[in-house]
């Protein structure tokens, strides 16, 4: 079976970062108003002392001194959320244009530029401006001095002060890297599986339908009620919107052949938030496309709403729903400035649309992001259904953190992956009292994942993990809304939950449960 999702990512993260906690013991502690930067070593030794001990890292409440150690061992980018002085309430949706909000980011980029002038008085605002934003109260700026970090964390403007860039395994001392090497050294993780996959078997590994569009055997009825459900329901008039690493341009299936078969007169759009390459805050790379270089993306999409066509390739669960993939990241592992920027600017770009109700996406890291939790805010106030992965590890890496970041957070629904025997959580899915919902996707026997769509072609491959689970997920969710269009998210979360295994008593590690789709929209309960 393939390594599904973030697997990858954080198999690479820990064989790197992880240490004994006697090491940890042993590391260097900063002394009193340090000068000297603190290593990565020792950045990733706290990083990951923490999240053994408390199961999450906030950098608000990270030393001054840390941030500015992380500022220098990534790419100096400094995520900074704004507020009113005094402010009490939540960041308003109107932050973008409220004159209040709007001087107290004046305020604050002067504050940061009058810092950073002390040491390089030709600065411009120009200069140290890393990226633009213009709905959410944040400026992302090129911050080198531990003096402006202390002048922000002192300032009753400043919200959060954050490295956007800084993760565990990032390459150390950025400065000394060029654009290119820099670029060669990021993370590749949870990519490069997304080919057919061999030796499938008809009747066991998939059904054939119909028309010779292939169902794969975790959308069989005794898991979800899926096929049952397809009576009632295909997902007709409900967009989702994927955020992940693009769809495939040779994936015909998602593009050109989108409309086949018993799928028809519905709309696919290919998109790009993920900004291009920058170091030391100057554009380097080209301008991105959609296209997924990675792979994980196009399997998302596909196991969500690839079409019920008649060229022989794999069912999405919402084989009518109409689709939006987002290229946000270049990964799964979110450890780089423009991949938190890229996945912000996608969740405002979802909020901002109307005809958008479900948000599907199966990324995360493992330190929370202060302009991430301002973007998913932003969706969740008008009214989106966010699902987000709950997470996939290693085994030896068990217990580091339950979910993680942003499933973690109360606007996501959190979703894991179970096996075939409906007990078992699947190889190194995460699990606990955050989870919201588990989904069926790794048979016991064999190790096979869900089937879903390669980069190219109609051989299906397959994929596992928490991800997938969250791509069924918002999948099932589209037929359950489709078949109730005029419902709030509310009550399109009472009706999943009502349908659930665990109704009558949420699990601390499974949440609801399984869901049975096919009771969700109203056919008999299986």
Same mark, same amino acid.
Request: aromatic letters at 6%; glycine letters at 8%.
């Given at each position: 079976?393939?390594?599904?999702?973030?697997?990858?990512?954080?198999?690479?993260?820990?064989?790197?970062?992880?240490? =004994?906690?006697? #090491?940890?013991?042993?590391?260097?502690? !900063?002394?009193?108003?340090? +000068?000297?930067?603190?290593?990565?070593?020792?950045?990733?030794?706290?990083?990951?002392? +923490?999240?053994?001990?408390?199961?999450?890292?906030?950098?608000?409440?990270?030393?001054?001194?840390?941030?500015?150690?992380?500022?220098?061992?990534?790419?100096?980018?400094?995520?900074?959320?704004?507020?009113?002085?005094?402010?009490?309430?939540?960041?308003?949706?109107?932050?973008?244009?409220? !004159?209040?909000?709007?001087?107290?980011?004046?305020?604050?980029?002067?504050?940061?530029?009058?810092?950073?002038?002390?040491?390089?008085? @030709?600065?411009?605002?120009?200069?140290?401006?890393?990226?633009?934003?213009?709905?959410?109260?944040?400026?992302?700026?090129?911050?080198?001095?531990?003096?402006?970090?202390?002048?922000?964390?002192?300032?009753?403007?400043?919200?959060?002060?954050?490295?956007?860039?800084?993760?565990?395994?990032?390459?150390?001392?950025?400065?000394?890297?060029?654009?290119?090497?820099?670029?060669?050294?990021?993370?590749?993780?949870?990519?490069?599986?997304?080919?057919?996959?061999?030796?499938?078997?008809?009747? @066991?590994?998939?059904?054939?339908?119909?028309?010779?569009?292939?169902?794969?055997?975790?959308?069989?009825?005794?898991?979800?009620?899926?096929?049952?459900?397809?009576?009632?329901?295909?997902?007709?008039?409900?967009?989702?919107?994927?955020?992940?690493?693009?769809?495939?341009?040779?994936?015909?299936?998602?593009? +050109?052949?989108?409309?086949?078969?018993?799928?028809?007169?519905? $709309?696919?759009?290919?998109?790009? $938030?993920? !900004?291009?390459? $920058?170091?030391?805050?100057?554009?380097?790379? !080209?301008?991105?496309?959609?296209?997924?270089?990675?792979?994980?993306?196009?399997?998302?999409?596909?196991?969500?709403?690839?079409?019920?066509?008649?060229?022989?390739?794999?069912?999405?669960?919402?084989?009518?729903?109409?689709?939006?993939?987002?290229?946000?990241?270049?990964?799964?592992?979110?450890?780089?400035?423009?991949?938190?920027?890229?996945?912000?600017?996608?969740?405002?770009?979802?909020?901002?649309?109307?005809?958008?109700?479900?948000?599907?996406?199966?990324?995360?890291?493992?330190?929370?992001?202060?302009?991430?939790?301002?973007?998913?805010?932003?969706?969740?106030?008008?009214?989106?259904?966010?699902?987000?992965?709950?997470?996939?590890?290693?085994?030896?890496?068990?217990?580091?953190? #339950?979910?993680?970041?942003?499933?973690?957070?109360? @606007?996501?629904?959190?979703?894991?992956?179970?096996?075939?025997?409906?007990? +078992?959580?699947? #190889?190194?899915?995460?699990?606990?009292?955050?989870?919201?919902?588990?989904?069926?996707?790794?048979? =016991?026997?064999?190790?096979?994942?869900?089937?879903?769509?390669?980069?190219?072609? #109609?051989?299906?491959?397959?994929?596992?993990?928490?991800?997938?689970?969250?791509s069924y997920m918002a999948g099932m969710t589209a037929l359950v809304w489709s078949r109730y269009p005029t419902e709030?998210?509310?009550?399109?979360?009472?009706?999943?939950?009502?349908?659930?295994?665990?109704?009558?008593?949420?699990?601390?590690?499974?949440?609801?449960?399984?869901?049975?789709?096919?009771?969700?929209?109203?056919?008999?309960?299986?």
């Open positions: 079976m393939r390594t599904s999702t973030l697997s990858a990512a954080l198999l690479v993260l820990l064989l790197a970062s992880c240490q =004994s906690q006697a #090491d940890e013991q042993q590391a260097p502690q !900063p002394t009193p108003d340090p +000068t000297a930067a603190l290593s990565g070593q020792q950045l990733d030794a706290q990083i990951m002392s +923490t999240l053994r001990e408390t199961g999450q890292f906030d950098w608000n409440k990270a030393s001054a001194h840390f941030v500015w150690s992380a500022l220098t061992r990534s790419d100096y980018v400094l995520s900074v959320g704004y507020q009113p002085a005094g402010n009490r309430i939540a960041v308003p949706a109107d932050a973008a244009n409220n !004159p209040a909000w709007q001087e107290a980011r004046t305020q604050v980029l002067d504050l940061i530029l009058a810092e950073e002038r002390k040491t390089r008085p @030709e600065l411009t605002l120009t200069d140290i401006m890393a990226y633009q934003e213009n709905v959410l109260p944040v400026v992302d700026v090129t911050v080198r001095e531990l003096g402006t970090i202390k002048a922000l964390r002192a300032s009753r403007l400043v919200r959060y002060a954050e490295p956007m860039g800084y993760e565990p395994n990032r390459p150390t001392e950025v400065a000394s890297k060029s654009a290119a090497s820099l670029s060669s050294s990021s993370s590749s993780s949870g990519c490069g599986n997304n080919v057919p996959t061999p030796g499938l078997v008809p009747d @066991e590994d998939f059904t054939v339908l119909p028309g010779s569009g292939k169902s794969s055997w975790s959308q069989a009825d005794q898991y979800h009620g899926i096929r049952t459900a397809w009576s009632q329901s295909t997902g007709r008039g409900i967009k989702v919107l994927i955020i992940d690493t693009g769809c495939s341009e040779t994936q015909e299936n998602l593009s +050109t052949d989108f409309n086949q078969g018993l799928s028809s007169g519905r $709309t696919v759009e290919r998109l790009v $938030t993920l !900004p291009r390459s $920058t170091f030391l805050g100057f554009p380097t790379g !080209p301008v991105e496309t959609p296209n997924d270089g990675c792979g994980h993306g196009t399997s998302m999409a596909g196991a969500c709403a690839a079409p019920r066509g008649t060229d022989g390739t794999s069912v999405g669960v919402a084989y009518n729903a109409n689709l939006i993939v987002v290229r946000a990241a270049e990964d799964v592992f979110l450890d780089g400035s423009r991949e938190v920027k890229g996945v912000s600017d996608a969740y405002v770009l979802a909020g901002n649309r109307s005809d958008v109700r479900i948000i599907s996406m199966s990324m995360g890291r493992l330190t929370s992001s202060g302009q991430m939790t301002d973007a998913i805010h932003y969706a969740y106030s008008r009214g989106k259904l966010l699902y987000c992965a709950a997470g996939t590890s290693f085994e030896w890496s068990s217990g580091l953190v #339950d979910v993680i970041y942003p499933a973690s957070l109360p @606007e996501a629904v959190a979703v894991t992956g179970v096996k075939d025997n409906l007990t +078992t959580r699947c #190889d190194d899915c995460h699990v606990g009292a955050d989870v919201e919902f588990s989904v069926v996707m790794q048979r =016991s026997s064999n190790d096979l994942g869900a089937l879903t769509l390669a980069l190219s072609g #109609d051989e299906p491959s397959t994929v596992g993990g928490s991800s997938v689970a969250t709030t998210r509310a009550q399109i979360m009472s009706r999943l939950v009502a349908a659930s295994s665990n109704r009558n008593a949420r699990s601390s590690s499974f949440g609801w449960g399984r869901l049975n789709v096919a009771a969700a929209v109203g056919g008999p309960a299986l």
